[in-house]
């Protein structure tokens, strides 16, 4: 093993920092992983408050690394880009589990204000990048470049090279196709770099600008888009999380008479509100299979509300008792489809005096919507009930109302990732073509809406692919951007250098970096005092209208919360086809 290790980094002859990069270069998941590494440092690095964040982090340790490669020693990175693009589109799907029920919400709320900010993010875009370049007396390609740079949308170089190809533009006499190509890819460059990082550090900020508190906004946020529910929907993150209840495991000694000789089950029928989970006799567990009758001096374990075990069991059962074997009762939360006709129209009393004993219904939710519950609420088939109790408990209640109980889990689910991942990829790849102009959704916009789409229906059956465990529902959503920029910094850093020279790359960043900034700064204020939408949802909106995934993350980052990425996708869909369209005419009206 040791002597395959060295054959692979044999042809790395050179020592010291050259040796170094040229590892890198041999071995591009090391400069991956290094980038990683280092950008994660770099983000944590507060000065008076203000960080990059991971993602800028990483981005800007890359495209040093790569840059310093070509510039010393000649090296140029170049990491395939599938790599990076799986790793994007696996963020996407991520974030998407995450606000899918929230996402249709979003649209009833604010989709005209989500339209209207992604408008003018396009707009402004447009009119800087393509105006600026006339104006400074750039050659032609430039513009196309700069706008595809500071979108950083890459596909607008594609739709400007077709125009290329096709003929509808001609370059001027004495310049040629290729010299109008390396315009473009040198624009694209400098104003990639400079407004990738410059984006995130707006768009993590824009609240902070105009007075707000990002974490204390989103929470407004997540409770108006919520509509009205006090609990996550079924499949959401945290959504079985045992939380907060006024119900408690207790254990007490019968000492009472009138409980010795009878069964558990009559004893539950008789003190619904308090029922056996656990009797101890002989310091060993009984099995209540068998149904048990309750003698002198067994231990029993309760579930009841608190202030009941207090003033009351302890009078009717016995002394309390500290026993271990007893109070070690594991609860559990579960959520259960309700799918058996023969509970329909029941109410939870009437359930409660079957085979319900120790559970307590945290939530009840119809359509995705969280009902208000009480003792006469009724269940109806669809219905998706929240129990809290034992688990043994929980798994009768689900066999009487037909369903599963949905437990808590360690297990990936990668079967309905796959599945919906490629349904989405293959929904973003499908292109029409209008006039020469390729228009598609996007695989980032297909897989994002993938994951919505898988979110949203489980919330109306849990059953449906199952939990998905929050950690590792985070991790992809983390690790897939950083890698993604990882990547995306190795095979831009080199385009950087070659488009030094001269007064033109002091153009490039300027006119880069305004028509990166300015447009969603507007579009936020508009959306915030025009408006009237909460400062983290309009700056999703204004991060989907810029289509900078890397700045979602960043806002994301900033506020503590996902409810950002719920506008994202509307202005994001509109403004991915319009950048494209405007991107084309910007090379045929040079």
Known sequence: MIGQIFDTIEPVVETGLHGFFQLLHLQPIAFVLLALALGALVGKVSIKGISLGSTAG???????????????????????????????????????????????????KGGLAFVGIGLIVWVLNWVICYFGAMLVGLAPGYATGLISGSYTITAILGVGQSALASGAYVPPEGMTIAEVGANMAAAYAISYVLSSVGIILLIRYLPRIFGRDAKADAIVA??????????????????????FSPFDLRAFTVTHEKLIGRSVSTLANDFPKAPILRVVRDDAIVDLKNDPVIAMNDIVTVRANVHDLILEEGELIGPESDSLLA???????????????????????????????????????????????????????GDVLRLSGPDIALKA?????GGHAILPTMKSEVLYLAL????????????????????????????????????????????????????????????GLNAFVAVLSANV???????????????????????????????FWVGFKFFGLNSI?????????????????????????????????????????????????????M
Not at 552 to 563: D, F, H, R, T, Y
Request: net charge negative; with cysteine.
């Open 327 to 381: 109070r070690n009762v594991t609860l559990e939360v579960a959520d259960i489809h309700v799918s058996s006709r023969a509970v329909t129209g029941k109410t939870f009393e009437e359930l409660a005096r079957h085979g319900t004993a120790g559970v307590e219904v945290q939530a009840l939710f119809r359509a995705g919507n969280e009902l208000p519950i009480g003792p006469a609420s009724t269940l109806l088939v």
């Open 493 to 523: 850093g080199p385009k950087v250098i070659s488009a030094l020279g001269g007064d033109t790359i002091l153009w490039l960043a300027l006119i880069g970096l305004l028509g990166a900034l300015v447009p969603p700064f507007i579009a």
């Open 420 to 479: 919906a991942m490629l349904v989405g990829y293959l929904v973003g790849i499908a292109s029409v073509n209008i006039s020469g102009i390729p228009f598609s959704l996007g695989t980032s916009a297909g897989c994002i809406l993938a994951g919505v789409g898988v979110s949203y229906f489980r919330s109306r059956n849990p059953e449906f692919g199952g939990p998905v465990h929050e950690g590792a529902r985070s991790f992809l959503q983390d690790f």
């Open 58 to 108: 990483t981005l800007l340790v890359g495209v040093i690394i790569s840059m310093s490669a070509e510039a010393i020693y000649g090296i140029t990175y170049s990491i395939p880009g599938i790599l990076s693009s799986f790793m994007l589109l696996l963020f996407m799907y991520a974030l998407g589990l995450k606000v899918g029920p929230q996402f249709f919400s979003g649209l009833r």
């Open 397 to 401: 209640v689900a066999k009487q109302i």
């Open 222 to 243: 997540e409770a108006e888009f919520s509509g009205g529910a006090t609990h996550p929907v079924p499949g959401a993150p945290n959504a079985l999380t045992l939380g």
């Open 537 to 589: 949802i309009a700056d999703g909106a204004t991060t989907g209208g810029r289509n900078s995934t890397p700045g979602l993350n960043a806002i994301i980052e900033e506020s503590g919360s996902s409810v950002a990425a719920v506008p994202y996708p509307v202005s994001y869909a509109l403004t991915t086809v319009l950048a494209l369209i405007g991107g084309y005419f910007s090379m045929i009206l």
